[in-house]
């Protein structure tokens, strides 16, 4: 596909906003730290000097656009061309990031606009597919390409949903550039990546100790390049992502199957990789029932937050690192009301929750009307932007759609839940026997034996899913079984932490040592 090409007379953007040409916006003028900042990223990017170039892409594009971009576009790719030999690939890179400012700093952007992007992603994804890409980028970088392109298509079905508001012209545009961000396109650029970089078989070479890809952080130190390998690893964690939004859960966690998440990785180099893989997979988890899973995962990531989130307080995607935080807590308070599994949760992360939810949790415990709304409240908090993927039928009345996805998924959820509402009595009742005659507890719940039996089965339904290797596992803090109408109840001990503990007291240790030390003796 052809790169994007401005052609109107006043040399502006075919979709600048208004503003943009209220304040005298000249797309070809380049101010001097500009041609200096694209002279100095472009002989970085030649000379595969990949620490300066994650200097200049993390520090000097953000302190530029802070400075003279904050409420304007970059300058135009074209009027830069003279700064950077021209240079094909290095243009669609500048774009990449001009669009990605212009939807950062200058929404609501219009259909053109969202659609020349599209078709940069395209040639940009073209040329790493189909061409000779002698670069090394920074991890950041990649990572932030194929998240930018999920957002993006995620932002522009949000935008064509809404059509109630939609000028004359707004309508004309999305007619005109229906094609742009196709969901078959978008998921096959996604899995060309992945298939044309190999990393999955990377990956499982790795596991023989033929490959190092993890151990050299996914970059090559003999002269090649990093860019179609790890392209094609973080675009598993944008297939995740994607199917996540679609509804799709299990596509997605199969999508993800080749990293694994017991293992440091590439995806854990980039924080903001490793928050998206760990929640969405987290999400898709609790989602199908695998609420073990999805606590296990949440608890190990806000731990790493709780511990590191300082060091990126100066980073741009802090205020994304805080709020997925916080979406992470309601998920995982979620987790721990509908199975209770305490003993998987760090002591630091149990505090954070209490202080965060404890009374919500306490309400989720009642199975009541105000349960009920609780469970809304998180989810609604704490889900991923749904999206319709189809393109409106623009011949018909014009009504907003765009809540219509995340309203299914609510149904879908809240409709779980208020089927282990029927549920409530059996957990308590249970834990206080370790054997009770059916006919007993039928009394005590005031149903029939015919009932309870029923009941009994659908907790045992309930408290198994199905994990990813396709093996039907326990969610539950113990189980039970039935001989001649007597339920016997087994509960399940939790395997003691020795080294933990071990740990625990050596560290204390320690700080009254390094207290001892300071103390000056007269």
Not at 92 to 106: D, I, P, Q
Not at 350 to 366: A, C, F, G, I, V
Request: charged share 25%.
């Amino acid at each position: 596909m052809a790169a994007a090409h401005y052609d109107r007379e006043d040399g502006l953007p075919p979709s600048a906003p208004p503003h943009a040409a209220a304040d005298a916006y000249d797309p070809n003028y380049v101010p001097d730290s500009v041609k200096t900042f694209v002279v100095h990223l472009y002989r970085h990017i030649r000379d595969k000097n990949v620490y300066e170039i994650h200097q200049m892409y993390e520090g000097g594009f953000q302190r530029l656009s802070d400075r003279l971009f904050r409420d304007v576009f970059w300058p135009s790719a074209e009027a830069v061309s003279p700064y950077c030999d021209g240079d094909h690939v290095f243009l669609l890179l500048y774009r990449e990031l001009w669009y990605r400012h212009a939807h950062a700093r200058l929404s609501p952007l219009t259909a053109a606009h969202r659609a020349e992007s599209w078709t940069n992603y395209c040639d940009l994804f073209s040329v790493v597919l189909h061409g000779v890409v002698n670069m090394q980028l920074p991890n950041q970088w990649l990572w932030d390409m194929v998240d930018e392109f999920v957002y993006q298509f995620q932002s522009f079905c949000q935008y064509r949903a809404k059509l109630k508001t939609k000028t004359e012209d707004e309508l004309n545009q999305l007619k005109q550039f229906d094609k742009a961000w196709n969901v078959y396109g978008v998921l096959n650029y996604l899995q060309a990546l992945v298939e044309k970089s190999m990393i999955t078989q990377i990956l499982e070479k790795e596991k023989e100790g033929l490959e190092q890809f993890t151990a050299t952080d996914g970059y090559d130190y003999e002269g090649g390049s990093n860019v179609l390998k790890v392209l094609g690893y973080y675009s598993m964690i944008g297939l995740l992502r994607i199917h996540c939004l679609l509804g799709d859960y299990h596509t997605g966690l199969k999508c993800l199957t080749p990293i694994d998440l017991n293992q440091q990785g590439v995806y854990t180099i980039v924080i903001g990789s490793h928050i998206s893989a760990i929640y969405h997979y987290g999400f898709a988890n609790l989602m199908m029932r695998r609420y073990v899973e999805a606590t296990r995962e949440f608890n190990k990531i806000l731990l790493y937050i709780l511990k590191y989130k300082q060091y990126h307080q100066n980073s741009p995607q802090y205020d994304q690192i805080l709020k997925k935080n916080e979406q992470m807590y309601a998920l995982l308070a979620i987790c721990l009301s509908l199975c209770p599994q305490n003993k998987l949760i760090d002591e630091n992360v149990s505090t954070q929750l209490k202080e965060k939810y404890n009374d919500k949790m306490t309400k989720m415990q009642r199975y009541d009307d105000e349960a009920y709304a609780a469970y809304d409240e998180l989810f609604s908090y704490a889900c991923p932007k749904f999206i319709t993927p189809s393109p409106p039928i623009l011949d018909q009345p014009l009504t907003n759609y765009n809540q219509d996805a995340y309203r299914l998924q609510l149904k879908l959820f809240l409709y779980e839940v208020k089927q282990q509402q029927l549920l409530s009595g059996i957990r308590s009742y249970l834990k206080l026997y370790s054997t009770i005659t059916i006919s007993k507890l039928a009394q005590y719940m005031e149903v029939d034996e015919a009932t309870l039996r029923s009941i009994l089965m659908t907790y045992k339904h309930k408290m198994h899913a199905v994990d990813s290797e396709g093996k039907i596992v326990s969610s539950a803090d113990f189980d039970f079984y039935i001989v001649e109408d007597v339920i016997h109840v087994v509960e399940s001990k939790p395997t003691k932490r020795h080294g933990d503990y071990f740990l625990r007291q050596i560290l204390k240790f320690e700080e009254m040592i390094g207290e001892l030390e300071k103390v000056q003796l007269d």
